[in-house]
Nanobody, 125 residues
Framework: QVQLVESGGGLVQAGGSLELSCAAS????????MGWFRQAPGKEREFVAA????????SYADSVKGRFTISRDKAKNTVYLQMNSLKPEDTAVYYC??????????????????WGQGTQVTVSS
């Protein structure tokens, strides 16, 4: 079992930056792939970014490419999402998720086994 806890959300003006963290406990993430997803009110949960823990290969949604960066700290068993040039349409609850196959990355909700509780990100115009 892996427990995931997100932090770092908040209120920011358009054009600003935030860094989200996802700390894992219960098991090392060395064999997992990690992803960030978000869900705005009335919308489905959507893919944001993913990383293969073993290779460091990454993937991004087109809507965040060039603005967001996913990374991992093996020593801290933590994955991060650096968000720059934030837009009002980035407003959502952000979730981190883990998949037990760390050799690749995954872009779909159904591919993930473990989820955090989410952290709210609000971008004002």
């Amino acid at each position: 079992q892996v427990q995931l806890v997100e932090s770092g959300g908040g209120l920011v003006q358009a054009g600003g930056s935030l860094e989200l963290s996802c700390a894992a406990s219960g098991r090392s993430l060395s064999s997992y792939a990690m992803g960030w997803f978000r869900q705005a009110p009335g919308k489905e949960r959507e893919f944001v970014a993913a990383i293969s823990w073993s290779s460091g290969d990454t993937s991004y949604a087109d809507s965040v490419k060039g603005r967001f960066t996913i990374s991992r700290d093996k020593a801290k068993n933590t994955v991060y999402l650096q968000m720059n040039s934030l837009k009002p349409e980035d407003t959502a609850v952000y979730y981190c998720a883990a998949n037990g196959d760390g050799s690749y990355y995954y872009r779909h909700v159904f591919q993930y086994d473990y989820w955090g509780q989410g952290t709210q990100v609000t971008v004002s115009s």
